[in-house]
């Protein structure tokens, strides 16, 4: 069975998952071990390996020593075309249709594909819409593109529906890494009510009581990244 299919069987059980993200460019391949202590502490049914901002060389490295050393399957979330590798189970292969700026609708997935390809990697595609949540993400700022406001859930409603009748496996409601504030409850809801995809969330949550209102909220999934590096989750 590939991830895939397993999401898809997870979905169905509704099992709510819990994914965890490392960021390359926030660890050093010695803090690995440290890091997956506190990941499977957390409970992770699924690890994420990506960054926006990808400034070290590493990442590679990253995933051959998070793969060596634990049993959670490795999904790359890449924020550019050099998170590749074919040391993980599988990737989200993105297309962010929140917003308007084909390199990022089209364009880096062509420069992505082959390089997938060859890897031999299972690729997800999955839709990432982007949701205001009060100040510049990372993932604004580098791909120049306008996140959907907070308030309009069927403009988010609607970009979803989009990506599946585009044919797109999953979609990932993104807030942004560090978001003060998380997607909202209603359009994770509302999102939920109107699409079939696998739903995962993520940006700006700290703590359980958190993840499980997402959850509630309809979240198949949701990930995690700057309470784990910070030890701060509760
Ligand atoms: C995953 O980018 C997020 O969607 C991670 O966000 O770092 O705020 O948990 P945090």
Redesign the pocket.
């Known amino acids: 069975m590939n991830i895939y299919q397993k999401l898809l069987q997870q979905k169905s059980n509704r099992q709510k998952l819990l994914?965890i993200?490392i960021?390359p460019d926030k660890i050093t391949v010695k803090d690995v071990k440290k890091h997956l202590r506190h990941i499977l502490r957390a409970g992770a049914d699924y690890i994420?390996v990506g960054g926006?901002f990808l400034s070290s060389n590493h990442f590679e490295k990253i995933v051959k020593k998070i793969k060596k050393n634990s049993p959670i399957p490795i999904i790359i979330?890449p924020g550019n075309t050099l998170q590749i590798s074919k040391h993980a189970d599988a990737i989200m292969f993105l297309s962010l249709i929140s917003g308007r700026n084909p390199e990022y609708l089209i364009g880096k997935q062509v420069e992505a594909a082959p390089l997938i390809k060859k890897a031999g990697l299972e690729s997800i595609a999955t839709g990432y819409i982007l949701i205001e949540n009060g100040q510049t993400t990372t993932?604004q700022y580098i791909t120049q593109t306008q996140p959907i406001p907070r308030n309009k859930i069927d403009l988010a409603v609607a970009t979803a529906i989009a990506g599946e009748l585009l044919g797109l496996k999953m979609i990932?409601l993104?807030?942004?890494?560090?978001?003060r504030q998380?997607v909202p409850l209603n359009m994770i809801k509302a999102v939920k009510n109107n699409t079939n995809l696998p739903l995962?969330?993520?940006?700006?949550?700290?703590s359980k009581k958190e993840v499980l209102k997402m959850w509630n909220a309809g979240a198949d999934m949701v990930?995690?990244?700057?309470?784990?590096?910070n030890n701060e989750f509760v």
Do not use: P, Q, R, W
């Not at 993104?174 to 978001?179: D, L, N, R, T």
């Not at 990930?223 to 590096?229: C, K, L, P, R």
């Open positions: 994914g993200l960021d994420l926006s979330f993932v990932y993104e807030a942004g890494s560090g978001a998380s995962i969330v993520g940006g700006g949550i700290n990930v995690i990244g700057t309470a784990i590096e």
